[in-house]
């Protein structure tokens, strides 16, 4: 069930930044590019820990943790244009 809830998280988060980038400035595709090298760094390993923190899979890392409350919103990302 973890692995499910951690799949559905990261595709959200993804999702939300790809929306990012398609709205966007030029500025926002590049905060989001970081936090795509961020989130890369931070990817699970099969057993389900963090390959930089080594967060057993109980829990995601931090990182994850930031990204879902920030990147996973009730509706689409509004940009001021």
């Known amino acids: 069930m ?3 809830l951690a799949r ?5 988060v993804l999702g939300y930044l790809d929306a990012v980038d398609a709205q966007g400035s030029a500025e926002s595709r590049q ?4 936090w795509r090298a961020l989130l890369g760094i ?6 389900g820990a963090c390959r930089e923190c080594g967060r057993r899979k109980a829990r ?7 990204a ?4 996973t ?3 689409e990302p509004r940009l001021r244009g």
Not at 31 to 34: C, G, I, L, P, Y
Not at 42 to 47: D, I, V
Not at 68 to 71: E, L, N, P, V
């Open 8 to 12: 559905l998280l990261r595709e959200r």
């Open 60 to 66: 995601m890392c931090t990182v994850w943790r930031v």
């Open 73 to 75: 919103p009730e509706r």
């Open 31 to 34: 905060v989001s590019a970081a």
């Open 42 to 47: 931070h990817e699970t390993t099969e057993s």
């Open 2 to 4: 973890d692995h499910v």
């Open 68 to 71: 879902c409350a920030y990147f």
